[in-house]
T-cell receptor, first 114, second 112 residues
Framework: EPEVTQTPSHQVTQMGQEVILRCVPISNHLYFYWYRQILGQKVEFLVS????????KSEIFDDQFSVERPDGSNFTLKIRSTKLEDSAMYFCASSDGTGEDEQFFGPGTRLTVL | DAKTTQPPSMDCAEGRAANLPCNHSTISGNEYVYWYRQIHSQGPQYIIHGLKNNETNEMASLIITEDRKSSTLILPHATLRDTAVYYC?????????????FGKGITLSVRP
């Protein structure tokens, strides 16, 4: 069964450093999303992406964040200058945009900012 | 903010049906009810969704009341692996690309 994959599974970085989180969505999907979950808190929407453009972003997704689909398979989330409060699980999701458009999530990347 | 309310937790015995309730009294006519679950810290997993008719798939059944103000997710024979946080989410589903708004969910504990 096709699935969303994410790398790395765990990323440790120093405050102020740039990180790139990578996702490979399901191959025929056209809509891509990033969510995050701070430990013990709710899953929060960050951004949605379609046709090489951001469709919607939350207030969390400020100028420190960017997304890109650099090739036909990867979807990346970049945090330019990490803060302690960016420590969280980051989940990528994708959907095919048909029917009722179920989103399928990857296993997540745990980001730890020291 | 999430448009649903769920009890914080419940438990059930292994092998028995687990009935997870959800209230969504302000649901609009074009909004679907989706259920996802999250096992430990894994990525949320899609379970089922519906608009107004009851739905069943290999994982679960979804019963939506006639007025659509509440629903129940039924796991017919719960196993220990069904222990997870279950999220009931209301979302405009007929168009793509709309975000999922997660609440706190209900923690289901399946006991041996």
């Amino acid at each position: 069964e096709p699935e969303v994959t994410q790398t790395p599974s765990h990323q440790v970085t120093q405050m102020g450093q740039e990180v790139i989180l990578r996702c490979v969505p399901i191959s025929n999907h056209l809509y891509f999303y990033w969510y995050r979950q701070i430990l013990g808190q709710k899953v929060e929407f960050l951004v949605s992406f379609y046709n090489n453009e951001i469709s919607e972003k939350s207030e969390i997704f400020d100028d420190q964040f960017s997304v890109e689909r650099p090739d036909g398979s990867n979807f990346t989330l970049k945090i330019r200058s990490t803060k302690l409060e960016d420590s969280a699980m980051y989940f990528c999701a994708s959907s095919d945009g048909t029917g009722e458009d179920e989103q399928f999530f990857g296993p997540g990347t745990r980001l730890t900012v020291l | 903010d999430a448009k649903t309310t769920q009890p914080p937790s419940m438990d059930c015995a292994e092998g028995r049906a687990a009935n997870l309730p959800c209230n969504h009294s302000t649901i609009s006519g074009n909004e679907y009810v989706y259920w996802y679950r999250q096992i430990h810290s894994q990525g949320p997993q899609y379970i089922i969704h519906g608009l107004k008719n009851n739905e069943t798939n290999e994982m679960a059944s979804l019963i939506i009341t006639e007025d659509r103000k509440s629903s129940t997710l039924i796991l017919p024979h719960a196993t220990l692996r069904d222990t997870a946080v279950y999220y009931c989410i209301v979302r405009a589903g007929a168009g793509a690309n709309s975000k999922l708004t997660f609440g706190k969910g209900i923690t289901l504990s399946v006991r041996p």
